[in-house]
């Protein structure tokens, strides 16, 4: 869920512009990478926790304990490795607010902060 926040924060408050310049940028620092890192990790594990949900429903019914051990292993894995993507975004996004000026930000202010509060709480959840 809390990845979803994040992709959704990001998707529809993530880009502004300005009223004289029609073009959209990422209102973290003009930076599109922080925009970019955001929404990524944010659907990877929204898509990942769609398919390791899937394998925890059909887990009773694999007999195969060698099948079941490569699972758990890559559900451990993959759960390690998105801790420290989680950890990253959220340092990014920080750093990239930290340095956003106020007059570059109109309206995406509440979503920016909601996607690096969500970020922060999913370092925790994953």
């Given at each position: 869920?809390?990845?979803?926040?994040?992709?959704?924060?990001?998707v529809g408050d993530g880009y502004t512009s300005?009223?004289?310049?029609?073009?959209?940028?990422?209102v973290f620092n003009h930076n599109e990478d922080?925009?970019?890192?955001?929404?990524?990790?944010?659907?990877?594990?929204?898509?990942?926790?769609?398919?390791?949900?899937?394998?925890?429903?059909?887990?009773?019914?694999?007999?195969?304990?060698?099948?079941?051990?490569?699972?758990?292993?890559?559900?451990?894995?993959?759960?390690?490795?998105?801790?420290?993507?989680?950890?990253?975004?959220?340092?990014?996004?920080?750093?990239?607010?930290?340095?956003?000026?106020?007059?570059?930000?109109?309206?995406?202010?509440?979503?920016?902060?909601?996607?690096?509060?969500?970020?922060?709480f999913s370092i925790f959840s994953w």
């Open positions: 869920v809390f990845a979803l926040i994040v992709f959704a924060c990001l300005r009223p004289e310049d029609p073009r959209l940028f990422c922080a925009c970019r890192y955001g929404i990524g990790i944010g659907v990877l594990a929204f898509l990942a926790c769609i398919f390791f949900f899937m394998v925890d429903v059909y887990f009773p019914q694999i007999s195969n304990t060698t099948d079941r051990k490569y699972l758990v292993l890559a559900d451990l894995g993959f759960s390690g490795l998105w801790t420290f993507l989680w950890f990253i975004g959220f340092c990014f996004l920080t750093n990239q607010w930290s340095w956003t000026r106020a007059e570059d930000v109109y309206i995406g202010a509440d979503s920016a902060r909601a996607a690096i509060t969500f970020s922060f």
